[in-house]
């Protein structure tokens, strides 16, 4: 960063001060209902602060030995694998034979394929803005500069952890859903994991020192925003739909940039972004319908949401309380 700060340094700042926040904040929201905590429920979210700590890590790595492009290719992975490891956890169950399965597989499907229209199709412009540099506008995805093969080895490692992380986090959840305790302790390991990297990873200590400058306001935006509301967010809609919806909407960040950069940037609208745009919502509409019906299904049948059978059959949280 160019205030100094380090990456690495920016995560453990970030996140120290999310604990700080949360963890009143979870004494308040729970002060009526708080489970109890084991050391099962503990060790839960240590293990959960670790992967997001690596996938952390990972991400800030591979964009140092691969391009932003490439970047945003590798974390259209993430629903992909989410729905891989939500059938092999048994949190979703695939039935070619019933409507709602085939929408949401069908739907996953192409709203990868248009984020990957998007992230590497341009063609001719659309709307052409005078102010407009488009300084992305080269053959950015494999650079001179970049050890692409690396950068992104490690991206794809950073999408299957962040897959992994929403996974374990609604599995954590349906055995312990008091959702400020479980992040205010994930920020708490998440600091401590992250630090112990970055006194390995960071060399300089001056990107340690924090100054009231543009390096303050990241911290504090990244804590605020990035860190305690956007995880309160994730988790509160993990509760309620799973984790293949909620990774769903990661597709949609690239067309949400697309129009921030065409608006507030000047940056060149390509037909590639419209077209995998549609692409995109299409595929998203679909999924949507597909779990609406299929939580449709399961109120009529008198089931619960998203597969009960996770918390009986799914190793990873038996009970050990």
């Keep these: 960063m160019s205030s100094g700060l380090s990456e690495y340094t920016l995560v453990v700042y970030s996140n120290a001060l999310s604990t700080l926040i949360l963890t009143p904040s979870s004494f308040i929201f729970h002060r009526l209902e708080r ?20 996938a952390q ?4 790595a591979g964009l140092n030995y691969a391009s932003a492009t490439l970047n945003t290719a590798m974390l259209n992975l993430i629903p992909a694998f989410t729905f891989i490891l939500a059938l092999l956890f048994r949190m ?4 070619w034979r019933s409507s709602s399965s085939q929408a949401k597989s069908v739907g996953a499907v192409v709203s990868i394929t248009g984020a990957f229209v998007v992230t590497f199709y341009k063609g001719p412009a659309v709307i052409h803005q005078r102010l407009s540099s488009d300084p992305l506008s080269g053959p950015f995805l494999f650079s001179p500069k970049s050890h692409w093969v690396l950068g992104g080895s490690l991206l794809a490692a950073e999408a299957f952890m962040s897959s992994l992380w929403f996974i374990l986090q609604a599995l954590i959840l349906k055995k312990y859903p008091a959702v400020l305790i479980l992040l205010s302790f994930y920020c708490f390991f998440v600091t401590i994991q992250s630090g112990l990297a970055s006194l390995i990873l960071v060399k300089d200590p001056c990107a340690w020192s924090l100054k009231p400058n543009i390096g303050l306001f990241a911290v504090l935006y990244s ?5 305690a509301l956007r995880t309160s967010a994730v988790a509160w809609c993990l509760q309620r739909t799973g984790p293949v919806y909620v990774s769903m909407f990661k597709p949609l960040a690239v ?7 065409v ?3 000047g940056q060149v609208l390509h037909l590639g972004s419209l077209v995998g745009a549609a692409v995109i919502i299409t595929g998203f509409y679909a999924v949507i319908w597909g779990k609406a019906r299929e939580e449709k299904l399961h109120e009529d049948s008198g089931e619960g949401q998203w597969s009960e059978s996770s918390s009986e059959s799914t190793p990873l949280l038996q009970s050990a309380k």
Excluded: H, Q, R
């Design 223 to 227: 804590a605020v925003v990035g860190t």
């Design 35 to 54: 489970p109890p905590l084991s050391f099962y429920i503990v060790f839960s979210f240590f293990l959960l602060g670790l992967i997001g700590t690596s």
């Design 255 to 261: 067309v949400v940039g697309d129009v921030i950069d």
């Design 92 to 95: 979703e169950k695939l039935n």
């Design 57 to 60: 890590l990972m991400g800030l």
């Design 263 to 265: 608006i507030f940037l």
